[in-house]
C-alpha cells in the first residue's frame, strides 16, 4: 500500500536529532545490538507553520538497503506525504515544512550504523559511525561492499523477527514501527534473487552472526545461523529453489560436504523430500563432526516425527542425545518420538534430563526501543495515526477503551494463570507435558511421577533438618529415584492451575463472559492441546468482538483441521479470518506476517488466487479488497517463481 | 583403560565430590557409587572403550538409516518395511 | 561394585557429557577417560570401594592425630618425635 | 566519651519521617536486610526558632538495647545536646527543639524491628514492626524475650561489622554512624556477663542467623556461625573464660559433643592450648559428621601453622579436603602448609583446584545506607560536625581538599592496580600467590606454571578454530596437564603488575612523591610480602602527613616486628599509631575499633595500663591522653576480669 501521512507514526523528540544520538550512545551497549542489531530508525526535523521545530522518528523494517539513492527516495515520498496536507498533530492541524529526514540501518558484517540524510532542498549525504561512535570513512568498493552487506543485514533482521516470534503471534512491542513486507520492496531485483545472489559472499562469515534460539540451544555453526536460516526462509516462501539449488552446488565445491545440510533442508521444505532423505542419508557417512552430524539427524527426526514414524524418529534422535546431549533439541525430538509411542515413563524420564539450564539462556531477536515511551519517561508523545485508507468497521474503530474496561473486570482465576507466560523452549516442553497429560490423565501422571522422581523439596528438606546418619538413610532410599529438576517441577504447579480452569469451565462452574474471559479460557484449552475446546472459546469471544490474538491462534487451529481433515468451508473460514488480521495490521502500520502468508500459501494452493481474490471482494468492502491483494494476493502471484495457480 | 583411587567427599543426592591424591577435583553423580561409601572412603574408578557395544550400536544406527532409506528415499511406490 | 554402560558425548578439555540408557546424563571428567574415546563412544564405568586403602589412609591419620597429641598435648617438656 | 553537639552526625531529610518509612520499606528486601539486619537507625525531627520543622537521623552502633528504659534515657541525652546550645547547622548558628526522637534496632531471631519513640515533653513508646511493614503486638513475655534478642543482635552487628572487615582495615563506608564501643556500654550487668548468660537460650538457632565469611564458604551450623562467632570475639577481647567454659559444659549435656568445638577454640583462644590440642583429639573420635570434623580439622591445622610445623598441618588440612572437599577453608590451609613446606608444585595444583566460584559468592556483613547519599540524589545533606573535645592537630585538621588533590595527580602506574581491589578469598589467595613467587621469583614461577597448567584461552582457541580431528588431537595432548581456572590466570595478570611496580620503585625509575603515591607503593609491597620495603614506605608517605590507612597497615607491620623480635621501641611506636589512630576514629564519631585493642592488647600484657598512660601523657596532649585512657586502656582495666596488669 502507498504512504500516506496515517500510515506514519511518530514519537516527539525533546530535542531534535535525540533519537539517532541515543542509538549511536546505545551501540557501545551489547545488550542493545544483540546479533542482528537494531530494527532501523527514520528520523525527521519538520517547522511548523510559527517555525516552531519539532523533532520526531519511527521505527521501519522490510525495505530495501541496498542502495542509497533508492532509500533517499524513500525518504522524499515520506517528506512529501508529511507536507502535502496539514497534518492532524495532537489533537490539531498542522502545516509542517520538513527540514531534514535520515534513514539509519545497522550493518552486521561491518558493524556499524549506515546513514542517508536528506536535507531540503536537496542534498543527500550518507555516514557510517561504529560501535564507538566515531565516523567511519569507506573507500568505494567498501562502500558498495557495506550496501550489500546492509542489505542482507536487513533482510535477516525483517524474517527473522517474524520466524522468532512466530510462537508469540509475530506480536511486534514496539508499535511505532512502520512494517514492509521485505520481499515485494526490491528495487533493481527482486529480493530473492538478490539475497541468493550476495549470499555465497557472505557464506563462510555466517557463524558471526549467530543463530535462531528456535532450535534451542544449538550453537552458531556455518549451517545453522541467521544467514542460513534467512536464505532458507526465502527460498521456501518465494519458491525459489531452482535459482537456489546451483548456487549451494558451487558453494560446496568450496566448503564441501556440509553443504548438504543446507542443500537437504531445502529438498524438504520444497517438495523434494526424495532427494532430501536420500541427502541426508548419505551425508551421515561424510560428515563426522558430532554438531553437524546432530543438525542432520534433528533434519530427518523432524521427518520422519511428520511422517508419524515414531519408531524410526527415536532412533534418530537418540542418537543426536548420544552424539551432542548438552543440545536442548534432540532431546526435544526424543521426547515427542516417546509421546507418539505411548511411552509415558521415558518420555517423563527423558524431559527430566533435558538441558533446560543452558537452553534457556537463549535470547530470541526482537525490536529494540532507544527511548522507552513507557515507564518513568512521561514526557514522550506518541503520534499514533489511523490509517483511513482501509476501513472495516470491527477491527478498525475497535474502542481500545472497552478491550481495557475487560481487563478490570477479568476473573482473576483466569488471569495469573503463569503458563501463558513461559517463553521459548518452557514453552515447547510444556506443550509436550500437555500432550503427556492429555494421553494419561493427571491422576496417573502423577502416579508416574511419584514413581520416578524424588522432589527436590522433599530432598532438601531432609537435608537441612537431618543429622548424618539419617542423611544416608535417604541418600540410599532415594537412589532408585531422581531428582525431579525445580523447573519440571513448576511446570507441573502450572498444569494444573491450567487443568483446574479448564474442568472448571467444563463443569459451567466458570462462565466466560467477555472476549477476554473467552480469549484467555481459548488459551488456556489451546495449552491442553483440547483444540476443539479452545475453538468454540475463540469463536465464542470473537461473537462479541475483533481480538487479533484470538484471530491468530483460532487460524493455527483452522490450519490444523485443514491439514487433517481439508474442506472448502475451512478455507473460507481461513479467508476470513485472514483478511481481519490483515487489516489489523494495517491499522498498526504493518504490511507483513509470515503467519498470513503461510496460512494463504495453504489455502491459495487449493483454490488459486483468483478465486480467493473473488471470494474477498465478494464477502468484504472494495478497500479491505484491495488491501488484501496488495499486500497477500500479489505476493503469490508475482513474486513465488509461477508456483501458485492463477 | 584408565583406572584411579579416589576419596569420597561429602556426598549428597545427586553429586558426590572426589578428590585424587594429586589435587584433583571431579564431580561424580552419586548413582554411580557403591551404596556403602560416605564421605573419607576411598574407590577405584575404572573406565574401559566398550568396542563391542559401540560397533554394535553403529550397526544398529546403520541398520535404522537403510530402512529410512527404503522407506522414505526410494523412488518406487513404498515397500512395507520391517519395523526394529 | 557399580558397573554401568555410558555413551560418550561431545568431549571438551575437561567435561565429557555421558549418557545412560535411561536417559541418566552424567558429566564426567574427561582426564578418567580412555584417550581413545570421542562422541559416541561407548565406555563402561565401575566403581569399587577400596577398603584396603581406604583403612590405611584411616590408620595414618590416626597415628598423625597420636602425633599431634604427643607433640603438643602433653603436660610435661615437649618429647623428639619422630616425623612421617 | 560524653556526648556533644559535635559528635553526632546527622543527614536531613527531604521530609520528617522519611529515613524510617524508607527502612520499613526496605525490610521485605533480603539484600537490605542480610543476616545480620541493618545498623540501629536515630530519627530526628526538631523546629527552628522560625517553627520551621527539620527532620534529620543518623546510624548508631555499639549501645546496649537491651532495655527500652536504657535507649529512652540515652535518646534524652542526645535531645540534650542538641538543645543546649544554638546548633552549628550548615554555616550558621541555629537554635533547635526538638520535638521528637526514634530510635530502632532490628531484632535477628524475630525478625522485627523495635523502636523507642520519645515524645517530647515525655511520652515514651515502643513498637515492633515485621518485614512486610505490619505492626506487632508481644505479650509481657514475649517483650522481654524480644529485648533479650535484640541485644544480642546489637552485639553480633557491632562485632561482625568489625571481624568481617578487620582485612580491609575496618573502614566503615556509612560515615553519618556513630559508633560505641560494644563492651562498654553495658546498663545493668557487664556487656560480656548479659551476653554469656543469654547464649545457651539461643545457641540451638545460632545457624539461623547465618555464618561469618572469614572462613571463606563454610556452612552455618550449630557451632560455625555469627552468635559463636560473637561469643568467642567477646570472650578473647574480655578474658571471660572462667565466666564462659561452665555455661558451654553446660550446653554439651544437652547438645553433646559438638560443642567441644567451640570449647577447643575458647581454649586454644585463651592461652590453654594444651587442653584444646587434647580436646581436639579426643572429639575426632567423638564427632563423625564431616562439617563438624572439618571445623575440627580447621582449628588444628590453623595451631599447627601458627606453631610453624607444616607437616603435621598439611596432614590435618589434606583430611578436611577429604572429607568436604567444597569448603575453600581446608584447601587454604592445604596449600599455605605446601607453602611453607617449600612444595611449590603441589601449592601451585591445589589453588587451582581451590572451589574459588564457591567459596567466593559469600558476602562479609557491612553497614548500609537507607537512602543513598551519593550519586544521583543530589538533594541529601549530610551534617558532619568537627568534635572539637580532642584535637591532635596533624590528625584533626587533615586538611581532604589537599588529599583530593594528591588523587588528581597521582601516577596512574601506582592508580590502576587491580589487585588492590580484591576481596575475601581473592585476597587470601592471592597472598598465596605472593608467597610463592617470593620464594621463587617470578620467572620460575611462569616456568612452573606452564609445566603444569594448560591455559584456558589456549584452549579456547583451539576450540573454535578446529575442526573435529585436530580437536581430537588437542584433547589427548592437553591430558597430561591441567586447565588453568580463569581466576587464577587473571591474579598472575595482577601480581604482574605488582611486581613491575615494585622493581620500578625499587630501580628508581618510579619516584613516590605525595603521601597517597607512598600509601599505594606500601600496599604494592605489603600485597607482595616486602615488608620491609613496605614499612619504609608508608613511614616516608606518613613523614608528609597522617593517613589512616598508612597507619593501620604499618600498626600491621609493626605487630609481625614485634612478635618476631620483640623490643620496647616498637612498643611505644606502636603506642604512637594507636593514638593518632584513635584520634581519627574520633573525628569520625567511633569509639571502637578491634584493631587498636587487639594491638594495645599486646603492648599493654608488655608494659602495663599505668605505664602506656604515662607514655601517652608524655607525649601527646591531655585531650587526646584522656580519649586514649577513656577509649582503649580504661578497656583493659576494668572490663577484661582482671587479666592486664596495673
Same mark, same amino acid.
Given at each position: 500500500?502507498?504512504?500516506?501521512?496515517?500510515?506514519?507514526?511518530?514519537?516527539?523528540?525533546?530535542?531534535?536529532?535525540?533519537?539517532?544520538?541515543?542509538?549511536?550512545?546505545?551501540?557501545?551497549?551489547?545488550?542493545?545490538?544483540?546479533?542482528?542489531?537494531?530494527?532501523?530508525?527514520?528520523?525527521?526535523?519538520?517547522?511548523?507553520?510559527?517555525?516552531?521545530?519539532?523533532?520526531?522518528?519511527?521505527?521501519?523494517?522490510?525495505?530495501?538497503?541496498?542502495?542509497?539513492?533508492?532509500?533517499?527516495?524513500?525518504?522524499?515520498?515520506?517528506?512529501?506525504?508529511?507536507?502535502?496536507?496539514?497534518?492532524?498533530?495532537?489533537?490539531?492541524?498542522?502545516?509542517?515544512?520538513?527540514?531534514?529526514?535520515?534513514?539509519?540501518?545497522?550493518?552486521?558484517?561491518?558493524?556499524?550504523?549506515?546513514?542517508?540524510?536528506?536535507?531540503?532542498?536537496?542534498?543527500?549525504?550518507?555516514?557510517?559511525?561504529?560501535?564507538?561512535?566515531?565516523?567511519?570513512?569507506?573507500?568505494?568498493?567498501?562502500?558498495?561492499?557495506?550496501?550489500?552487506?546492509?542489505?542482507?543485514?536487513?533482510?535477516?533482521?525483517?524474517?527473522?523477527?517474524?520466524?522468532?516470534?512466530?510462537?508469540?503471534?509475530?506480536?511486534?512491542?514496539?508499535?511505532?514501527?512502520?512494517?514492509?513486507?521485505?520481499?515485494?520492496?526490491?528495487?533493481?531485483?527482486?529480493?530473492?534473487?538478490?539475497?541468493?545472489?550476495?549470499?555465497?559472499?557472505?557464506?563462510?562469515?555466517?557463524?558471526?552472526?549467530?543463530?535462531?534460539?528456535?532450535?534451542?540451544?544449538?550453537?552458531?555453526?556455518?549451517?545453522?545461523?541467521?544467514?542460513?536460516?534467512?536464505?532458507?526462509?526465502?527460498?521456501?516462501?518465494?519458491?525459489?529453489?531452482?535459482?537456489?539449488?546451483?548456487?549451494?552446488?558451487?558453494?560446496?565445491?568450496?566448503?564441501?560436504?556440509?553443504?548438504?545440510?543446507?542443500?537437504?533442508?531445502?529438498?524438504?521444505?520444497?517438495?523434494?523430500?526424495?532427494?532430501?532423505?536420500?541427502?541426508?542419508?548419505?551425508?551421515?557417512?561424510?560428515?563426522?563432526?558430532?554438531?553437524?552430524?546432530?543438525?542432520?539427524?534433528?533434519?530427518?527426526?523432524?521427518?520422519?516425527?511428520?511422517?508419524?514414524?515414531?519408531?524410526?524418529?527415536?532412533?534418530?534422535?537418540?542418537?543426536?542425545?548420544?552424539?551432542?546431549?548438552?543440545?536442548?533439541?534432540?532431546?526435544?525430538?526424543?521426547?515427542?518420538?516417546?509421546?507418539?509411542?505411548?511411552?509415558?515413563?521415558?518420555?517423563?524420564?527423558?524431559?527430566?534430563?533435558?538441558?533446560?539450564?543452558?537452553?534457556?539462556?537463549?535470547?530470541?531477536?526482537?525490536?529494540?526501543?532507544?527511548?522507552?515511551?513507557?515507564?518513568?519517561?512521561?514526557?514522550?508523545?506518541?503520534?499514533?495515526?489511523?490509517?483511513?485508507?482501509?476501513?472495516?468497521?470491527?477491527?478498525?474503530?475497535?474502542?481500545?477503551?472497552?478491550?481495557?474496561?475487560?481487563?478490570?473486570?477479568?476473573?482473576?482465576?483466569?488471569?495469573?494463570?503463569?503458563?501463558?507466560?513461559?517463553?521459548?523452549?518452557?514453552?515447547?516442553?510444556?506443550?509436550?507435558?500437555?500432550?503427556?497429560?492429555?494421553?494419561?490423565?493427571?491422576?496417573?501422571?502423577?502416579?508416574?511421577?511419584?514413581?520416578?522422581?524424588?522432589?527436590?523439596?522433599?530432598?532438601?528438606?531432609?537435608?537441612?533438618?537431618?543429622?548424618?546418619?539419617?542423611?544416608?538413610?535417604?541418600?540410599?532410599?532415594?537412589?532408585?529415584?531422581?531428582?525431579?529438576?525445580?523447573?519440571?517441577?513448576?511446570?507441573?504447579?502450572?498444569?494444573?492451575?491450567?487443568?483446574?480452569?479448564?474442568?472448571?469451565?467444563?463443569?459451567?462452574?466458570?462462565?466466560?463472559?467477555?472476549?477476554?474471559?473467552?480469549?484467555?479460557?481459548?488459551?488456556?484449552?489451546?495449552?491442553?492441546?483440547?483444540?476443539?475446546?479452545?475453538?468454540?472459546?475463540?469463536?465464542?469471544?470473537?461473537?462479541?468482538?475483533?481480538?487479533?490474538?484470538?484471530?491468530?491462534?483460532?487460524?493455527?487451529?483452522?490450519?490444523?483441521?485443514?491439514?487433517?481433515?481439508?474442506?472448502?468451508?475451512?478455507?473460507?473460514?481461513?479467508?476470513?479470518?485472514?483478511?481481519?488480521?490483515?487489516?489489523?495490521?494495517?491499522?498498526?502500520?504493518?504490511?507483513?506476517?509470515?503467519?498470513?502468508?503461510?496460512?494463504?500459501?495453504?489455502?491459495?494452493?487449493?483454490?488459486?488466487?483468483?478465486?480467493?481474490?473473488?471470494?474477498?471482494?465478494?464477502?468484504?468492502?472494495?478497500?479491505?479488497?484491495?488491501?488484501?491483494?496488495?499486500?497477500?494476493?500479489?505476493?503469490?502471484?508475482?513474486?513465488?517463481?509461477?508456483?501458485?495457480?492463477? | 583403560?584408565?583406572? #584411579?583411587?579416589?576419596? *569420597?567427599?561429602?556426598?549428597?543426592?545427586?553429586?558426590?565430590?572426589?578428590?585424587?591424591?594429586?589435587?584433583? &577435583?571431579? !564431580?561424580?553423580?552419586?548413582?554411580?557409587?557403591?551404596?556403602?561409601?560416605?564421605?573419607?572412603?576411598? #574407590?577405584?574408578?575404572? *573406565?574401559?572403550?566398550?568396542?563391542?557395544?559401540?560397533?554394535?550400536?553403529?550397526?544398529?544406527?546403520?541398520? &535404522?538409516? !537403510?530402512?529410512?532409506?527404503?522407506?522414505?528415499?526410494?523412488?518406487?511406490?513404498?515397500?512395507?518395511?520391517?519395523?526394529?
Amino acid at each position: 500500500m502507498p504512504l500516506s501521512q496515517d500510515s506514519i507514526p511518530e514519537v516527539v523528540e525533546e530535542t531534535p536529532g535525540q533519537a539517532l544520538n541515543e542509538r549511536i550512545i546505545k551501540l557501545s551497549d551489547p545488550d542493545f545490538v544483540g546479533s542482528l542489531g537494531p530494527q532501523d530508525l527514520v528520523t525527521i526535523v519538520k517547522h511548523d507553520s510559527q517555525k516552531k521545530t519539532v523533532g520526531s522518528f519511527f521505527y521501519v523494517a522490510g525495505l530495501d538497503t541496498s542502495d542509497p539513492t533508492g532509500i533517499a527516495i524513500w525518504l522524499k515520498d515520506v517528506i512529501e506525504c508529511l507536507q502535502e496536507k496539514p497534518q492532524l498533530w495532537f489533537g490539531k492541524n498542522v502545516k509542517f515544512s520538513v527540514e531534514s529526514i535520515s534513514f539509519t540501518t545497522w550493518n552486521i558484517f561491518s558493524q556499524c550504523d549506515m546513514t542517508v540524510k536528506v536535507h531540503l532542498p536537496g542534498t543527500i549525504e550518507t555516514s557510517f559511525v561504529n560501535k564507538q561512535g566515531k565516523k567511519l570513512e569507506f573507500g568505494e568498493d567498501e562502500t558498495n561492499m557495506a550496501w550489500g552487506e546492509a542489505f542482507l543485514s536487513g533482510k535477516m533482521r525483517d524474517l527473522m523477527c517474524m520466524v522468532e516470534n512466530r510462537d508469540d503471534g509475530e506480536v511486534i512491542n514496539v508499535v511505532e514501527t512502520r512494517i514492509y513486507n521485505p520481499l515485494l520492496t526490491g528495487q533493481l531485483d527482486s529480493v530473492h534473487d538478490m539475497f541468493i545472489g550476495l549470499f555465497p559472499l557472505f557464506f563462510g562469515r555466517g557463524a558471526e552472526v549467530g543463530c535462531p534460539c528456535i532450535y534451542g540451544n544449538m550453537p552458531s555453526t556455518l549451517t545453522n545461523n541467521y544467514l542460513v536460516e534467512t536464505l532458507c526462509e526465502i527460498v521456501r516462501l518465494t519458491k525459489s529453489i531452482d535459482l537456489c539449488l546451483p548456487m549451494l552446488e558451487e558453494l560446496k565445491v568450496a566448503f564441501g560436504p556440509l553443504l548438504n545440510i543446507v542443500i537437504a533442508r531445502i529438498y524438504l521444505t520444497n517438495d523434494r523430500e526424495l532427494d532430501g532423505v536420500k541427502l541426508i542419508h548419505d551425508s551421515l557417512h561424510e560428515i563426522s563432526d558430532p554438531t553437524y552430524q546432530c543438525e542432520l539427524l534433528l533434519l530427518q527426526g523432524k521427518y520422519l516425527l511428520e511422517h508419524n514414524d515414531p519408531q524410526l524418529a527415536l532412533e534418530a534422535s537418540q542418537r543426536g542425545v548420544d552424539l551432542t546431549p548438552n543440545a536442548f533439541m534432540p532431546w526435544f525430538y526424543l521426547v515427542r518420538s516417546y509421546i507418539a509411542l505411548g511411552d509415558n515413563k521415558n518420555a517423563l524420564l527423558s524431559l527430566n534430563s533435558l538441558p533446560m539450564n543452558l537452553a534457556s539462556l537463549a535470547q530470541k531477536y526482537q525490536y529494540r526501543r532507544i527511548m522507552n515511551t513507557d515507564g518513568n519517561n512521561a514526557t514522550v508523545e506518541l503520534h499514533l495515526p489511523l490509517p483511513l485508507d482501509v476501513v472495516l468497521d470491527e477491527v478498525t474503530n475497535l474502542n481500545s477503551l472497552l478491550v481495557m474496561d475487560e481487563h478490570k473486570v477479568v476473573d482473576p482465576v483466569l488471569y495469573n494463570l503463569k503458563s501463558a507466560n513461559l517463553k521459548n523452549t518452557f514453552q515447547w516442553i510444556y506443550e509436550l507435558l500437555c500432550e503427556i497429560v492429555k494421553n494419561l490423565g493427571w491422576e496417573k501422571l502423577l502416579q508416574l511421577r511419584a514413581e520416578l522422581f524424588l522432589m527436590e523439596e522433599e530432598y532438601d528438606h531432609l537435608d537441612t533438618t537431618s543429622e548424618t546418619e539419617s542423611e544416608k538413610v535417604v541418600t540410599r532410599d532415594i537412589k532408585g529415584k531422581r531428582l525431579c529438576e525445580r523447573w519440571f517441577d513448576n511446570l507441573f504447579m502450572l498444569l494444573y492451575d491450567d487443568l483446574r480452569v479448564h474442568s472448571q469451565w467444563q463443569s459451567g462452574e466458570l462462565k466466560p463472559k467477555t472476549t477476554l474471559e473467552w480469549e484467555l479460557v481459548g488459551l488456556c484449552c489451546f495449552r491442553l492441546r483440547q483444540f476443539e475446546s479452545a475453538k468454540i472459546a475463540f469463536q465464542n469471544g470473537l461473537q462479541i468482538r475483533f481480538s487479533s490474538q484470538s484471530s491468530r491462534k483460532l487460524l493455527q487451529i483452522l490450519l490444523k483441521e485443514q491439514k487433517s481433515n481439508p474442506s472448502e468451508d475451512i478455507d473460507l473460514e481461513i479467508i476470513a479470518t485472514c483478511v481481519k488480521l490483515c487489516c489489523w495490521s494495517h491499522r498498526w502500520y504493518a504490511e507483513f506476517s509470515m503467519l498470513l502468508l503461510d496460512a494463504m500459501s495453504i489455502v491459495v494452493e487449493d483454490l488459486g488466487t483468483t478465486r480467493v481474490d473473488n471470494e474477498v471482494n465478494s464477502r468484504f468492502p472494495a478497500s479491505v479488497s484491495k488491501l488484501f491483494h496488495d499486500n497477500i494476493l500479489e505476493f503469490f502471484k508475482t513474486y513465488t517463481n509461477e508456483y501458485y495457480d492463477e | 583403560m584408565v583406572e #584411579v583411587s579416589l576419596t *569420597v567427599g561429602k556426598v549428597d543426592a545427586s553429586l558426590a565430590i572426589l578428590t585424587t591424591a594429586d589435587h584433583y &577435583v571431579i !564431580e561424580f553423580p552419586t548413582v554411580l557409587l557403591p551404596e556403602s561409601v560416605e564421605a573419607g572412603s576411598v #574407590v577405584t574408578i575404572n *573406565v574401559e572403550q566398550d568396542i563391542e557395544q559401540e560397533k554394535k550400536q553403529k550397526e544398529k544406527f546403520q541398520s &535404522v538409516q !537403510e530402512q529410512i532409506l527404503a522407506k522414505y528415499g526410494s523412488d518406487g511406490p513404498k515397500q512395507p518395511v520391517l519395523q526394529l
